[in-house]
Each structure stands twice: as structure tokens, then as C-alpha cells.
């Protein structure tokens, strides 16, 4: 797998695909701080620092 300079990513390797499958995943419902701001903005979240 590589992930820089001109020739992209090879799919030699399993965890290529795996690796492109959760990017798309990712870019498609969102990332990990869009569902963490999500589930915070929820009615009755008490946050840690309170």
C-alpha cells in the first residue's frame, strides 16, 4: 500500500482494499468528530467537564 507520490495505492494487499473501503465509509455518513459533536448536541448529554 502507498499513499504518496505518483502511483496511488496498489491493490496487492488486502489491506488496501480495507483501507479505501473505510475512507469512503468515512467521507459518505461522516467522520468520528461529526457523530461525536452529533451524539454531544443530543437533549440531556451531560458533558465530563460539568
Known sequence: MQL?????MTNELPAA???K?????????GDVDHHLAQFAS???FVSADA
Open 21 to 29: 473501503r473505510l475512507s469512503i465509509i468515512e467521507t459518505t455518513l
Open 42 to 44: 443530543l437533549p440531556g
Open 4 to 8: 504518496h507520490g505518483g502511483m496511488g
Open 17 to 19: 482494499h480495507w483501507f
